[in-house]
């Protein structure tokens, strides 16, 4: 079974960015659709982006397009989650999941994914 683990969270200004990783560990990665959801505090959770097994396909949330971008290296069983103009809106705890439901659940919903991670901080300062 896969499990997965989120790096480079950190704290940056409105206006820069970061970059974010989750590391899976087995050999069935590229099996799974993977994603990013964030949550911020007193709400809920909310969809991010994500990739299809291959790569070859990706999805935003409308607010995130454009200045986030979600990739996947098979090779090194790693996601990325590249986060340009960031604004403080963004500041959030950042989950990675990785899924096989995403032909019933559809690539947005968190339905799709069965495994999570433990999620990475991210706080945009104005």
């Known amino acids: 079974q896969v499990q997965l683990v989120e790096s480079g969270g950190g704290l940056v200004q409105a206006g820069g960015s970061l970059r974010l990783s989750c590391a899976a560990s087995?050999?069935?990665?590229?099996?799974?659709?993977m994603s990013w959801f964030r949550q911020a505090p007193g709400k809920e959770r909310e969809f991010v982006a994500a990739?299809?097994?291959?790569?070859?396909?990706?999805y935003y949330s409308d607010s995130m397009k454009g200045r986030f971008t979600i990739s996947r290296d098979n090779d090194k069983n790693t996601m990325y989650l590249q986060m340009n103009s960031l604004k403080p809106e963004d500041t959030a705890v950042y989950y990675c999941?990785?899924?096989?439901?995403?032909?019933?659940?559809?690539?947005?919903?968190?339905?799709?994914?069965?495994?999570w991670g433990q999620g990475t901080q991210v706080t945009v300062s104005s």
């Open positions: 990739i299809s097994p291959s790569g070859g396909n990706t």
């Open positions: 999941a990785a899924g096989t439901r995403q032909h019933y659940s559809g690539y947005e919903s968190h339905r799709a994914y069965e495994l």
């Open positions: 087995g050999r069935t990665f590229a099996m799974y659709a």
